[in-house]
């Protein structure tokens, strides 16, 4: 006989309407206000764009022209595209290296640290992103405490130009702004690994680096994809890392033109259009993650 | 930037080639689309028909002819939009000013409000975009504001600002010559002078040792130092103001004239740099002052800042800053100008009036860090008053010769905006 619900499903969906009329409409709205943007038309005289807020208005040419030069070899954005990709692919690559061990001893080793740690990696998201790049700024600067221990260890012998249009440094900005986000939801995905595996595995006659690789690391996969949809995302659109550390075109993120168009004075309609692509690429991504993430939950819910 | 376009044919120089059309003119391409879209055709066509020309004045939006230094233009005064009446009494206010942030002494304000009696709110922007908007939309109810040069003929074609009436600006008589009647605005019909400011060489003469006023072509010293890669600053507060640098290294003072082949070297030049690190930057004064730059293409009154970042104890001597003193480089200016739909029309004309007075410049100088034009300040007078280190200020002091003879950004066309906007974003890209 099938068990009826605790709660009927109508009151589920009333629990949930607030937050999908909220998502609706400050997420949706904006989102529409940008296609809207990047399918207008910009004023002749004081040239602001002109949103086309109806559908069948919606001019696709600046679109068009727009994706074509973000596409390779000889897409005008493709130099600043390709960078961000790199850019981002090393620095998600450093946050899971980095962030995978942290989570790691946390969840599954720490005891009585556990506690002290995970507050440790909560509290640097309580100051702004925005703070805590500008206190890399005087680190790096030349006469900055980097340079100095530097300079004492004997690593390197003068000042090293840490803010001078490095991609490394951007990186190493991208992955220390970025790498609590990942470790987080890495965190909890391990927290609730169940130990028995764990335990099984060891019976099975399986030793630690065994055990770590083919029953640790495929359990926390969904943790792993969720951490890097988390920070990957993010980083693909930041434009203020690379203003802050570098402010130089040769490390420019595709986010630094967007930055520039959508602060420009004429082409405003130009920035939507980029905007959008970055937009749709991301969703093709996301979408990838929640049709695995679904998979994934099939597969162990049955 | 928008000025006069040379006349189609052997003035512009070699075409420029279709690779170069396929990449920039691609997103030129994407705005005319748009603006075509939204009946703008025909002001494309007129601003495209390099021919029409009004006393050898391209037309410029509205069909006003577009300024010139050596050109300069009377702005149409539309019989909707007329100057207020003289004789009127100030309004009971709040007089609403809009500026930039950190642009504007305190103490300019405070004494408004004790000679008229009358409360002043101060509400800032950070980009000219966001004033325009907040100005069209009717956000702000502004009644004083300090525009660009640039966009001085679209706010006139789109009725956003008044005519004013100088009954009531008597003190206009204290500005300089040049900015009683400017180049961009002849009879100041609409505007009043606000700051002018130089964008020059500076550096740290301590880390680095050149002499641009010794070399043949002092601009060309971004491209010869050496030991300096990465530590180069550029201005980015307009789109032209990196092309500005390439130009004048190129021996180009005619920015107005300037080809799109022109452009295309400039933005060439500029990737010789940026290739080796240098940044784009709004201002050079903190990295200046801490090291990060050694050189950068600076204004005078980031200058003014330096010494407050350099390590104490390296003495403000550390800074030096060229501009060439037969006033051949850049030199802009920015104005007052009263919305159309003021609140307080006759507080704003008085604000004007009080705004260009030499204590209120003093003032201005000490806490903004920004000249006024007028004839009745001096460098004496500022050094008497300690705005600044006296040494500082002989480097950074625009003399009434640069004001009158340098050279401003231009009032572009549509098509030289379109064509400067892509070329900055092709070079701030990486492209």
Known sequence: ?302 | MRDQQPPDGPHEGPRPTATHLTRRSVLTRALGGALALSGGESLLAASRALAATVNGAAIGVGGIPIATKTHPVKLPIYSDNRPIPAGRKPEKGPLVVFDWGSYLSNSVVSSFEKQYGVSVQLTTFSSIDEAVKKIASGAIAADVWVPVVEELPNYVAAKLIQPINHSYIPNLANALPSFQSPWYDAEAQYSIPNYVWTTGIAWRNDLLKIDPASMKNPWEVFWTVSGANGKIGLQNADPFDPLSLALLKRGITNFSAATTAQINQAVSDLKQLTGKGAKLQYTAFQQLGTGTEVLAQAWNGDVLLVPQYLPSHKPATSISYWFPSNGEGSVNSDYWAIPKNAKHPVLAHLWMNHFLQEQNAIDNYRDAGYQQPLSTLSLPALKAAKVADPYILDLVWVTPTEAAKGLPNPIPTAQQSELFQSAFAELSSGA
């Open chain 1, 1 to 302: 006989m099938k068990r009826k619900p605790i709660y009927p499903r109508r009151h589920l969906a009333a629990l949930g309407l607030p937050g999908a009329l909220w998502v609706l409409l400050f997420v949706g709205g904006s989102l529409y206000g940008l296609i809207a943007t990047a399918t207008g038309t910009v004023d002749p005289l004081l040239f602001q764009p002109r949103p086309a807020w109806n559908p069948l208005n919606w001019g696709v040419s600046t679109l068009g022209q727009v994706g074509n030069s973000l596409l390779p070899p000889a897409g005008l954005y493709w130099p600043a595209v390709s960078r961000t990709l790199v850019f981002v692919a090393i620095a998600v690559a450093a946050c899971v290296l980095i962030g995978y061990p942290v989570a790691y001893f946390v969840a599954l080793r720490a005891r009585r640290s556990k506690g002290p740690i995970l507050v440790l990696l909560v509290v640097p998201l309580l100051v702004s992103y925005m703070l805590r790049m500008l206190a890399w700024v005087g680190l790096l600067a030349p006469d900055g405490y980097v340079n100095r221990v530097l300079q004492e260890l004997g690593i390197v012998g003068g000042p090293v130009n840490w803010l001078g249009g490095r991609p490394s440094t951007v990186v190493i900005a991208l992955v220390y702004g970025w790498v609590p986000y990942f470790i987080l939801p890495l965190y909890a995905s391990l927290e609730r690994l169940d130990r028995r595996y764990l335990e099984a595995a060891n019976d099975l006659g399986a030793g630690r680096v065994r055990t770590f690789l083919f029953v640790t690391v495929p359990l926390s996969a969904q943790g792993i994809l969720a951490g890097v949809v988390l920070v990957g995302l993010p980083m693909t659109g930041d434009f203020f890392t690379n203003d802050l550390v570098s402010g130089s075109p040769r490390t420019s993120m595709i986010g630094n033109v967007i930055n520039v168009y959508a602060n420009s004075i004429t082409q405003q309609v130009t920035g939507a259009a980029l905007a959008f692509w970055l937009l749709v690429f991301l969703a093709v991504l996301l979408a990838n993650y929640v049709r695995s993430s679904a998979r994934a939950m099939r597969a162990v819910t049955g």
